[in-house]
């Protein structure tokens, strides 16, 4: 786990990193198959109900998706980077308590198991930095469940 503010510019803007990573038994392409799937989060990422696709590209850059989450939120996101089998990049541009969110979901081989890092940047113009700590201490939480979901997801025994 990191988590760093990483800057204050001393009017309210508040900028952080989280990662959050797992060692998964498995080789890449075969996490790939989950993290991969766009549209596909609701077999390991925590608390989300439904994903939607809101655009005609299904896979890679420009893939549109609006997450419902099982708590009536919801959040759109749009990929932004994208290498088949190593990472996925995206922003939310809707329905994150934010003014900024970038996220990367990144496969790093490490002999016969792979590490699967979540990280992501965050940026407030939010004048209370108490309101802004609580959202990392949760993001970071939803990372480190939604990565034990995903390990347990592929390490189960078939």
């Not at 990483?6 to 890449?28: D, E, F, H, L, M």
């Not at 990929?79 to 990144?106: K, M, Q």
């Not at 198991?113 to 108490?130: G, H, P, R, Y």
Request: net charge positive.
């Amino acid at each position: 786990m990191i988590r760093a503010i990483t800057a204050n510019a001393n009017q309210g803007r508040y900028c952080a990193t989280v990662t959050q990573s797992v060692a998964i038994q498995k080789a890449p392409d075969e996490i790939w198959v989950e993290v991969g799937n766009f549209s596909g989060l609701d077999g390991w990422v925590e608390g989300v109900r439904k994903t939607e696709f809101l655009s005609k590209t299904r896979q890679g850059l420009g893939a549109a998706r609006k997450i419902s989450f099982s708590d009536g939120s919801k959040v759109i996101e749009y990929a932004v980077g994208w290498e088949d089998g190593r990472s996925l990049s995206y922003i939310a541009t809707a329905g994150l308590p934010l003014d900024g969110y970038h996220a990367t979901i990144s496969i790093l081989p490490k002999g016969k198991t792979s590490q699967v890092s979540w990280t992501s940047f965050l940026i407030s113009d939010s004048q209370d930095k108490k309101k802004f700590e609580e959202f990392l201490e949760f993001i970071e939480l939803f990372y480190k469940t939604s990565l034990k979901n995903l390990k347990a997801r592929l390490e189960k025994p078939s």
